[in-house]
């Protein structure tokens, strides 16, 4: 009899076991809410539109403004407070490390998706961008360390796309890591192409003996854009026009395709930069990045395609499901606004020349206004609390998964939870996010009911979900560190400020963000705080500590070598 027992607990377990799902989590850096021609865009992204047509697309998803903090997020279903990583180690000011929830790397307690399908059974693989390892200085942070059975990644926020070379003057070279250890990257390096292949290889060494979960983070479109020139060519003329006929034309595409309301208004936030007082040189560069912008997306779509075409052939694909997604809206940054940035920049080996732009050694940003553009309909950008930093796509599609847009408001913190509730595993009491199983039955399902407030704060900006209200305010130079509100049912474009006409509902908003700052120790910053005078110090500290320590060390010991001597004599 106990024999027979045994059987069916065999039985069901391995039933159980081939009901879970393989997962290919796709994080792109810097990806704007249109971006992709699903979402409105006009660049070819033939695979992601696939999957995204026969899939779930969430249009009212919101990440944090900034990559480690969202990639905290993503991977533990936690409030960024709670993981180590509250903004991004390259700006979080050194004396704030020793407060807990500030530590600068991914926490152990702060378990990551991959550590929790672990215990469910499952291999799990990772290439690309980690970036919660303080800058590959915390070995316990790295992914092989935290429930990735085989990584080959990157431990920053960027670094060149072809080589090992810095694209910050923090780090002298990009910090890249196979299964913990240090490594080279190969001659014929391309980030997006190698991501690729190199997860094909993990996903193929181990057959098909288990279900998977394969996390990859593409460097794709994060400074330096860069892309090969086949994928760039195709694009030369597509922005000649400039950045404010690319948002209006935007704004036109997202509300044909039901992704923003065809009666609402979008701000004008580009009425005091004429692309027409540009000069012809400025025009001709920016007119080039956006197309190397284009080929840089064109390409990572092409070898998400290669990743596809492998699952089809191996008999993979009926089983797996993909979540698109990105860390933050479009990254709107002018390395030379920046004195300490412009001056390294102009002492390395980095170049802008025309010809060769979006090669190895260009340089390539989109900047300030085609960003702001391309986070079209929303207002402003990676950074910001505004719905450009935090509004961007996410996909969900394969086995067992609806198709349709679902238009409710979503969060960064769902994806775990979502992933855990998929594959059958115990979701961790520390997640605040929700599974959206909860919604796949009817997509008119809120899932954040009218008294669920969901608070953000990344390095001193700030916003708070309240049913349709939000209230968000960002620091200068951009912001002027005001709340304001806005109903986002009203006005997905955040054009009008209500906290005079609402006041009851504004103090409400005030209040649970106070609650949220108590419930997750958040740290306020003060006025004084400036994410890049950080970057500079931590860029000082970074390089020349070592240094100091040595030298106080070498002193030290010399001092007390000689009163060693000196007191032998007397
Ligand atoms: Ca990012």
Redesign the pocket.
């Known amino acids: 009899m106990r024999y027979i027992y045994f059987l069916l607990a065999l039985f069901f377990t391995n039933l159980e076991a081939k009901n879970q799902p393989n997962f290919i989590l796709i994080l792109i ?2 990806l704007g809410l249109t971006d992709l021609q699903a979402f409105g865009g006009e660049i070819d992204t033939p695979n992601i539109n696939s999957l995204a047509e026969k899939g779930l697309m969430l249009t009212n998803y919101h990440t944090s403004p900034e ?1 480690a903090p969202s990639r905290a997020m993503l991977l533990t279903g936690m409030d960024n407070h709670k993981t180590g990583i509250p903004m991004i180690p390259e700006v979080l000011p050194r004396n704030l490390r020793k407060n807990k929830g500030y530590e600068g790397y991914l926490v152990p307690e702060a378990l990551t998706i991959a550590e929790i399908l672990k215990k469910s059974g499952y291999r799990t693989y990772m290439t690309g961008k980690w970036h919660l390892g303080f800058g590959g200085e915390h070995i316990p942070s790295l992914p092989i360390n935290r429930g990735f059975d085989k990584t080959f990644i990157l431990d920053a926020t960027g670094g060149d796309n072809y080589s090992k070379h810095s694209y910050l003057p923090y780090y002298l070279e990009a910090p890249w890591f196979k299964n913990g250890e240090e490594v080279e990257l190969p001659e014929d390096f391309y980030s997006s192409e190698f991501f690729i292949d190199q997860m094909i290889d993990f996903i193929d060494e181990d057959g098909s003996k288990s279900p998977f979960f394969a996390y990859v983070s593409f460097q794709a479109q ?1 400074i330096p854009v860069q892309a090969p020139k086949e994928f760039t060519e195709k694009y030369l003329d597509l922005y000649q026009d400039g950045w404010s006929a690319l948002r209006e034309k935007r704004l036109k595409r997202a509300q044909e395709l039901g992704i923003f309301p065809e009666d609402k208004n979008a701000v004008n936030s580009l009425e005091n930069y004429p692309w027409e007082e540009e000069t012809q040189e400025e025009k001709e560069l920016l007119i080039k990045s956006m197309a190397v912008f284009a080929g840089m997306l064109n390409a990572m779509d092409f070898h998400i395609g290669r990743l596809i075409e492998y699952l089809k052939n191996n008999g993979l694909y009926e089983d797996t499901i993909f979540i698109i997604t990105s ?2 809206g479009p990254e709107g940054n002018d390395p030379r606004d920046h004195a300490t940035w412009r001056a390294w920049y102009e002492t390395s080996r980095w170049n802008n020349n025309l010809e060769t732009l979006g090669e190895e050694d260009s340089y390539v940003f989109i900047g300030t206004e085609f960003a702001q553009a391309m986070a079209s309909p929303s207002h402003l950008y990676k950074f910001h609390m505004s719905e450009g930093g935090l509004r961007v796509p996410l996909i969900i599609s394969g086995k067992g998964i609806p198709s349709g847009k679902y238009k409710g408001l979503t969060f960064v913190t769902d994806v775990a939870p979502t992933i855990a509730d998929l594959a059958s595993s115990e979701k961790e009491d520390q997640m605040i996010g929700k599974s959206l199983k909860a919604i796949f039955n009817d997509f008119n399902t809120d899932l954040y009911k009218e008294n669920e407030p969901v608070g953000l704060e990344v390095s001193g900006n700030s916003a708070l979900f309240l049913g349709d209200y939000k209230i968000v305010k960002n620091k200068p130079p951009v912001g002027d560190s005001k709340w304001r509100l806005f109903n986002l049912k009203n006005d997905p474009g955040e054009t009008q400020d209500l906290q005079l006409i609402e006041p009851e509902i504004f103090k409400t908003l005030i209040q649970k963000y106070s609650e949220y700052v108590e419930k997750n120790g958040v740290i306020e910053l003060g006025e004084s705080y400036r994410w890049y005078d950080e970057m500079t110090i931590n860029t000082a500290k970074r390089h020349f500590m070592p240094y100091i320590y040595a030298g106080s060390a070498f002193f030290f010991i010399l001092i007390a070598t000689l009163i060693y001597f000196f007191r032998r004599k007397l």
């Open positions: 850096d810097d990559c994060h860390d933050n």
